[in-house]
């Protein structure tokens, strides 16, 4: 079992900045991958960004070049920083811990099995 705890969402402006946190505990060992994905409105669950164990990461082309994600060291808390804010990136944020398949995606959100609560993220024109 791996437990996760976000925090950090927020409301901005377009084109500001936020960092969302994710506190990770549990049977990490067991978990290769760690991951963000968001969902907004009348939308399916899409991802955003995973690093691996070993530090591989993978950023979903919406956002490569604005958010970057990033773990500590014992991989207890996982970060995404996002800058360049747009209002389509508004949604309800998740992380995520599973064991992704390279042919299904390393960030498909069917592939992860442990997910926490979510924090919102609100950007405004």
């Known amino acids: 079992q791996v437990q996760l705890v976000e925090s950090g969402g927020g409301s901005v402006q377009a084109g500001g900045s936020l960092t969302l946190s994710c506190s990770v505990s549990g049977d990490i060992y067991n978990t290769p991958w760690l991951g963000w994905f968001r969902q907004a409105p009348g939308k399916e669950r899409e991802g955003v960004a995973g690093i691996s164990r070993s530090g591989i990461t993978k950023h979903a082309d919406s956002v490569k070049g604005r958010f970057t994600i990033s773990q500590g060291n014992a991989r207890n808390t996982l970060y995404l920083q996002m800058n360049s804010l747009k209002p389509e990136d508004t949604a309800l944020y998740y992380c995520?811990?599973?064991?992704?398949?390279?042919?299904?995606?390393?960030?498909?959100?069917?592939?992860?099995?442990?997910w926490g609560q979510g924090t919102q993220v609100t950007v405004s024109s």
């Open positions: 995520a811990a599973g064991s992704p398949r390279a042919d299904r995606g390393y960030v498909n959100p069917h592939e992860y099995n442990y």
